[in-house]
């Protein structure tokens, strides 16, 4: 599933595509990610819902103005906007990683209304943030001078240690070519730069707010958001579940496709009383 459509907001162009027809089902990246990690998914699951895939400014298609923030305050607001653009009626959100924390956000302060909230390895309460964020956050405009093969090399790294079993080429140079292009480059190390941990600290405290049906999923060798994070998100929100699949680490999406999906399909279809 492609995103060729586009949204105006702010000055930004966000890059988003719809498919099937039924109960509207979205779909939320992480970083350094994009919507390509949901497009299977979102392919499969259109035979019987909705489904919408976005690019957060300054991610995937959507544009990288160094102008724009891209904080989780700045996706939140986006990720509203773009539900109102949508005209959706409670929808079911399905959120990964940096995702999680936007959704979050927006359903908290912004008042977006969902049917149901599924959070897969999510960035959502603190701490957070590997070594390698800390790093790029103290040296942000170094790295952006850094020899385009050396950032790509960098990059290429970093993305292939969220995977368990290890990304196919192809997987790889997916999840990595919209980081490696002239506006890429400085757009991928200004994303971790205005990361800012006080927006997790205001998501926690709001938590208990929550009153639709939550889903917690973590892949249970996520090298890069353990499992305990996941358990204890779980436990901060009233009556959401919480379930960890083997063999699989922070990018579930390629690790686990068939317990994945399984899991998705459980929590979109809940069975008939």
């Not at 909705?50 to 990720?79: C, I, N």
């Not at 405009?141 to 960098?154: K, V």
């Not at 707010?209 to 929100?237: C, K, M, N, S």
Request: charged content about 25%; overall charge negative; proline content about 7%.
């Amino acid at each position: 599933m492609d995103v060729d459509e586009r949204f105006a907001w702010d000055g930004r162009s966000i890059a988003w595509g719809r498919a099937g027809d039924g109960p509207p089902v979205v779909f939320c990246h992480g970083t350094p990610f994009s919507s390509r990690v949901w497009s299977r998914y979102a392919d499969a699951l259109s035979a019987d819902f909705t489904v919408y895939l976005w690019d957060m400014p300054g991610y995937g298609e959507s544009s990288k103005d160094p102008a724009h923030p891209v904080d989780f305050d700045a996706q939140a607001r986006a990720f509203a906007a773009l539900l109102e653009h949508w005209e959706l009626d409670r929808p079911r959100v399905v959120a990964h990683d940096f995702g999680g924390a936007v959704s979050l956000r927006a359903a908290l302060v912004e008042k977006a209304a969902y049917a149901s909230l599924m959070l897969v390895d999510v960035v959502a309460v603190p701490p957070s943030g590997s070594a390698f964020f800390r790093f790029v956050k103290r040296h942000p405009e170094t790295l952006d001078e850094l020899p385009a093969y050396i950032h790509e090399a960098i990059v290429r790294a970093y993305v292939s240690a969220a995977s368990h079993r290890g990304l196919r080429d192809e997987e790889l140079a997916e999840l990595v070519g919209p980081w490696c292009t002239e506006v890429g480059q400085p757009a991928f190390y200004r994303q971790i730069a205005q990361y800012d941990e006080e927006f997790l600290v205001t998501n926690e405290r709001l938590l208990g707010e929550l009153t639709i049906p939550v889903q917690v999923v973590w892949g249970r060798e996520d090298e890069w958001i353990p499992t305990e994070t996941g358990r204890r998100l779980a436990g901060l929100i009233p009556g959401a579940s919480y379930a960890e699949i083997p063999d699989a680490g922070h990018l579930i999406q390629y690790d686990a496709p068939v317990a994945l999906s399984t899991a998705l399909g459980a929590w979109l279809r809940p069975p008939s009383r």
